[in-house]
Each structure stands twice: as C-alpha cells, then as structure tokens.
C-alpha cells in the first residue's frame, strides 16, 4: 500500500490581510501542485506568479526522468558512454548536489534511483527485494561516481549503471527559481510545492511576524507537531507518511539510505528551515537518513539552519541551530 497525507497545514482561519483576502495562483507539475499566495491588493503579483509558474514548466521538462525527451533522461542514456555537455542551470544543480552530498556524510545522494527501483518506488509497487538485488544497484549509487569537467561543462560516469535523479532536490531547487522571478515585482508572497516544501518572501499573513504555517504530527495527524513563523526563508519537510508499503506487519518507507541500501526508519519527522529550497528540500532527506547526529553537527557548522526533529520512538521534538527568520514553537503532545 502506498499513501500520502499533507507534512503542512496552513492555521484553519488565517488572518486576512487588510484588503480582507488572499490571491491563489497554482499549477500542477513535477507530481504536485505548486501554489503561489498573494496579498489580496498585488493584483500585479499575479502576471508574475504565472510567468513563474511558466518557468516550473520549463524545469519539469529539464529534470524529470519519468520522460525521455528530458535533459537529465539524455545526460542518464549516454554519460556512461562518453562525456556530455548540458545547460549551465544542470551542473549548477549537480555541484549543489556533489557539495550536499559531501557535507552529509553521502546521506544525500542524486544517484539513488537504482535502490528505490530494487525497493519498487519508482513505480509506486513497493516490495523487499532480494539482498543480492541490493548489492548491485548499490554498486551503481555514489556521486563520486559522476565526473563533472568544469572548464567543458560536461557530465560522465565513471560506472556502468549510474543514474541522474533529483526529485529530492527538484521541487526546492523550482520554489527558488520561482522566488527569483516573482521577487521582481512583488514584496510578500508564500510559495509552496505540494506538501512537502514552501518558501516565504516578506513579511507575511500576520503582520511583521511572518507566514504562519503549521506542521503536522506524524502520529495524531489532527495535532500539530510545531508552528513556524517564516520571513525571507524557505523550510521542507521529511516524513514517513508520504510513501510507504507494509510486509509482515513493518512498515517500508520510500526515503532509502543510499549508503546501504535500506529504507531508513530512525527518524518520524524532520523539518529543515535555511536560505533556500533547494537547501531544505535535500537536507530534511539527508537528516531523515542521518538522524539527529547529522542534523545536530550539520546546523552547528552552517550558521542559518535550522532542523525540528522527532525521533521514532521519542516523546517530543528537537530543535537543531537557529534561524534568525523562523521563529518556533513545539506544540506539546
């Protein structure tokens, strides 16, 4: 069985602005539907929130590996054959990615998608595969294993079997794309991709204090776990709700540690807030994976983020760093 509930929930009656309502403007892509809230007055701001939204388009057709025609579908056929040259946009991407992905331990990793397809997420099927399955596609999975030649701009693999996936970095890497076209033209704006990512631009829907945005509970689902106050900053979150099948009564979710191979099962709940999406979006599955060992000594490095964390079997949330643009409040059990 796989299944999907909401990570965030906006309050149930959020104050109105002056103006006595909210613009909406959304679109579906990349397999959720990104929002765009405006102040009711900025009837301006929505020109630009469809230009932007436009542009996710653009990124969709560039990063999805679900259609052949796509930059990342061309660069996974034939980098194991020869060097390929792709857009500036894409290896800015995958340095982001490499930089990540050497700063969490290898607990984000964009060449992961031969052990969700061993584990049947990539089609939705969950299933246990064998140990032996495991072990190959592991032999294919590691960033180091992708070769970036900077002064060419060219992208190779040095392993057969290596694949390109962004999809835990994809739709943050859009909300900042967005956030740089609709921050031309308008001050406040919240920015969301489906349930998992959102990035906050001004002051918000509660006067200086910020976008409101509540996070559920992973165990009472009609309870929130925290409420953040967002200015100027993007946060993401990582649950075990998203995607999951049960066997023999355990429960697998789609978040795989690429570092062995299996589903990782430590952490309930994780929430990342910093700078950007992207950076959010890859963290809150790298702290997932990593746990609150990672998240502690990761915020402690780099001043501005910040990670909320429930552990599987713990009681209460952790707060990890500080972000002087969110403020947090953990809503007792």
Not at 16 to 37: D, K
Not at 213 to 240: E, Q, W
Not at 300 to 312: D, F, K, Q, V
């Amino acid at each position: 069985m796989l299944n999907r509930r909401d990570f965030f929930s906006l309050p149930a009656s959020p104050p109105a602005p002056p103006e006595g309502f909210w613009l909406h403007v959304n679109r579906s892509a990349m397999a959720c539907r990104f929002e765009i809230t405006l102040p009711g007055s900025d009837h301006n701001g929505v020109a630009a929130a469809r230009s932007a939204l436009d542009e996710i388009d653009k990124l969709e057709q560039q990063l999805t590996v679900f259609k052949e025609t796509s930059e990342v579908s061309f660069v996974n056929r034939n980098a194991g054959l020869r060097p390929v040259e792709v857009s500036r946009s894409l290896f800015n991407l995958l340095l982001l990615s490499q930089k990540l992905y050497r700063e969490t331990d290898h607990a984000f990793d964009v060449t992961s998608s031969p052990l969700s397809c061993c584990w049947g997420f990539m089609r939705r099927q969950g299933r246990i595969p064998e140990a032996e399955e495991i072990y190959k596609a592991r032999a294919s999975v590691g960033s180091e294993k992708v070769v970036l030649d900077h002064r060419a701009q060219t992208i190779r693999f040095d392993h057969p079997g290596v694949e390109l996936n962004f999809g835990s970095i994809g739709k943050g890497y859009a909300l900042d794309r967005v956030a740089a076209i609709v921050g031309r033209r308008v001050r406040s704006a919240l920015l969301s991709a489906g349930a998992s990512s959102m990035r906050a631009m001004g002051r918000g829907n509660v006067g200086d204090h910020g976008w409101v945005v509540g996070i559920r509970h992973p165990n009472h689902l009609d309870k929130r776990m925290a409420v953040l106050r967002l200015r100027n900053c993007a946060m993401s979150t990582s649950g075990n709700e998203e995607q999951f099948f049960e066997h023999d009564g355990k429960r697998y979710g789609h978040i795989i540690d690429p570092r062995n191979g299996m589903p990782a099962d430590g952490v309930s709940r994780v929430t990342v807030v910093a700078r950007s999406a992207a950076m959010t979006d890859a963290l809150s599955t790298a702290f997932y994976v990593g746990g609150p060992e990672l998240a502690e000594r990761y915020c402690a490095e780099h001043p501005g983020t910040l990670a909320i964390m429930l552990e599987r079997d713990a009681g209460e949330a952790v707060v990890f760093g500080f972000n002087p643009d969110c403020e947090v409040e953990l809503i007792d059990d």
